[in-house]
Structure formats: C-alpha cells, structure tokens
C-alpha cells in the first residue's frame, strides 16, 4: 500500500500546478505592492499552463530561498558530471 504524499508547506504547496502537480514552475513576471504582498505571474513547464499567484512577503520569500536552494543543488549536479563528449566535425 503506498505512503500517503508527505504534506507541503504552504509556500511550496501553493506554488505547485493546479492543473498537473508539477513542481516544474516557473516566475515569469514578479511585483510588490505596498501591502506586503508578492504577485507572480508563473508558467508551468510541464503542461503551459499560466497563472496568477499573490503571497505574503515572507511566505515569497520562503519560497524564493527554497528555489535558490533547487538552482544550487542543480548546479552542483551538473559541475559534478563529466563534461559530454562530442563527435568530431567532418571535414567537408
Ligand atoms: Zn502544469
């Protein structure tokens, strides 16, 4: 029997695709207003979908921390694999 899902903290729940669940979001568009809230305008890159997100400064910034953390964990996976070979050019 599988494990139930282990439940997301709001900021990252909230930034999931309604539509497919992908995690693969991304900030296409981001402002602040005076009241403390972020609005981002996402894109999902799994199904294209687009959408609206409006949250608390510290919960946008929950999430922003959360993101660089991805991007840095990426980069150090690809910094860790060997660079790809390439076939040579033909000579013509
Ligand atoms: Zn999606």
């Given at each position: ?11 990252l ?14 900030v296409?568009?981001?402002r602040?207003?005076p009241?403390?809230h ?5 894109r ?7 959408r ?7 919960l ?5 921390a959360a ?20 076939a ?5």
């Open positions: 029997m599988p494990s139930a899902p282990a439940a997301r903290p709001l900021y729940a909230a930034w999931a695709c309604p539509r497919c669940t992908s995690g693969a979001v991304a296409t568009a981001r602040e207003d009241t403390g972020v609005h981002q305008t996402l999902c890159g799994a199904c294209g979908t687009w609206a997100l409006s949250l608390p400064r510290p946008a910034e929950r999430f922003d993101l660089d953390a991805d991007l840095a964990a990426m980069r150090r996976e690809l910094e860790r694999r060997p660079a790809p070979r390439r040579p050019i033909a000579a013509r």
